[in-house]
């Protein structure tokens, strides 16, 4: 689980993220940041207030779409013409990018980004019309009778169960799921290419404009042949002012999110997803307290709780 458009200023006193996300001032709790969407960021949200602590949530990231879309296009016409073996899905953003439908974006004036919220809505439309009983995500991830447009003949593969879900919601089965939930777990985890064939077989990759090269060297050592198609753009979202205050410990899913909250807020004790956000964050000034064991809500959870133990003991960082 993205880096400058803007999104409309809230008008004063008035901001969706106060409401949704809890208190801006202090109530003498450990105070944490989650730099993550108020939306996606609820259950996590919900776990850290059982366990006493004063979370908020405001995005540092978000998605955007690509400036010219024609090759991701190409890319989706591919799959569903059966050129791919495999398609290989590293977030729940790609997730959207490939299979959502385009947004109207005939009234968004140039240089604007197109609001995550439509993406969402685009994905409850899609769901609505083929699931119609079902929630957003199924909770056995199992996916309904109607099978999306664009799969074609490939099997799909996931980098964890966040990824799983947001499939499953649009009608996609996946066929496989890292074991460790890194682009270099699913490079681990995906077989090795079949031999004897005439053609290389082929897998496309829907990416970030920022992602890494990992998951596409590990497969290519594999002997697949792999198309990268930069599916969505990742743009800074400014942390509101009234949430931009001194926090025990920030929570941050993403090596983007850790850069952001690095140029918003200076160095900051940090809780990472996992090892590459936490490598990342390290490498920008943050001090890392803990990382979680898995990239679930409850370990995130858990990683926090021991961090704000920890977090008595480290000294501040610079400008903290």
């Not at 777990?185 to 053609?199: K, R, V």
């Not at 920030?250 to 996992?274: D, E, N, W």
């Amino acid at each position: 689980m993205t880096e400058s458009d803007q999104p409309a200023a809230e008008p004063p006193g008035s901001s969706g993220l106060t409401e949704s996300t809890g208190r801006p001032e202090s109530t003498g709790q450990p105070a944490v940041l989650v730099a993550r969407d108020p939306e996606r960021a609820a259950g996590l949200l919900a776990l850290l207030r059982e366990r006493g602590l004063d979370p908020v949530a405001a995005p540092v990231i978000e998605r955007a779409p690509v400036e010219d879309p024609a090759e991701l296009d190409a890319a989706r016409d591919r799959v569903r013409d059966g050129a791919y073996d495999w398609v290989a899905i590293t977030s729940v953003n790609a997730v959207d990018a490939l299979l959502a439908p385009a947004p109207d974006v005939s009234d968004t004036p140039r240089g604007k980004t197109t609001p995550a919220r439509s993406v969402a809505d685009s994905r409850q439309r899609l769901l609505s019309a083929t699931h119609p009983a079902a929630p957003t995500f199924p909770p056995d991830d199992t996916p309904g009778d109607t099978q999306h447009a664009v799969v074609g003949s490939a099997r799909w593969a996931a980098v964890g169960p966040a990824t799983r879900q947001a499939l499953a919601g649009y009608g996609v089965a996946v066929d496989l799921v890292a074991a460790v939930a890194t682009g270099a777990g699913l490079a681990e985890t995906f077989p090795a290419a079949p031999a004897g064939q005439d053609a290389r077989p082929r897998v496309l990759l829907p990416l970030g404009d920022l992602a890494s090269d990992t998951l596409r060297a590990g497969l290519v050592a594999k002997g697949w042949a792999v198309d990268v198609v930069t599916a969505y753009r990742t743009v800074a979202r400014e942390i509101p002012r009234e949430l931009r205050r001194r926090y025990d410990v920030v929570v941050v899913t993403s090596g983007s999110a850790a850069r952001q909250v690095a140029a918003q807020l200076g160095p900051q004790r940090v809780v990472a997803i996992g090892e590459p956000s936490a490598g990342t964050a390290r490498v920008v000034g943050h001090t890392v307290l803990a990382v979680a064991g898995r990239p679930t809500d409850e370990a995130l959870a858990d990683a926090v709780t021991t961090a704000v133990a920890a977090g008595a003991n480290v000294a501040p960082e610079p400008g903290t």
